[in-house]
Nanobody
């Protein structure tokens, strides 16, 4: 599967953005999907993940209540709605796919994801 993230940009603190990740290839509905982010000089950290059907989601504590992950399996796309953005949300955001032939909970570690998109920059200004 190939992943293409989009929707990043410059936004003021308190604002919102919606990221999209379009997947090409077959069997999108058999992948758990995740979002990670990497700020300059820092590790790539988990943000959120969603199961194949969308029935199970997982969030980092730092974004709970502000970010919402969703997916449209008919459109082969996963979304990350980001509200109440803070300066510390500034990072390059990456989407990732984890092949889940059997149903499993969406993971929160980088090693669980086999496929990665190119990233989209999110910059939050004061």
């Amino acid at each position: 599967v190939q992943l293409q993230a989009s929707g990043g940009g410059l936004v003021q603190a308190g604002g919102s953005l919606r990221l999209s990740c379009a997947a090409s290839g077959r069997f999108f509905s058999r992948y758990n999907m995740g979002w990670f982010r990497q700020a300059p000089g820092k590790e790539r950290d988990f943000v959120s993940a969603i199961s194949r059907s969308g029935g199970s989601t997982n969030y980092a504590d730092s974004v709970k209540g502000r970010f919402t992950i969703s997916r449209d399996n008919d459109e082969n796309t996963v979304y990350l709605q980001m509200n109440s953005l803070k300066l510390e949300d500034t990072a390059v955001y990456y989407c990732a796919a984890d092949w889940a032939i059997l149903s499993k909970a969406p993971g929160s570690t980088r090693s669980e994801y086999e496929y990665w998109g190119q990233g989209t920059q999110v910059t939050v200004s004061s």
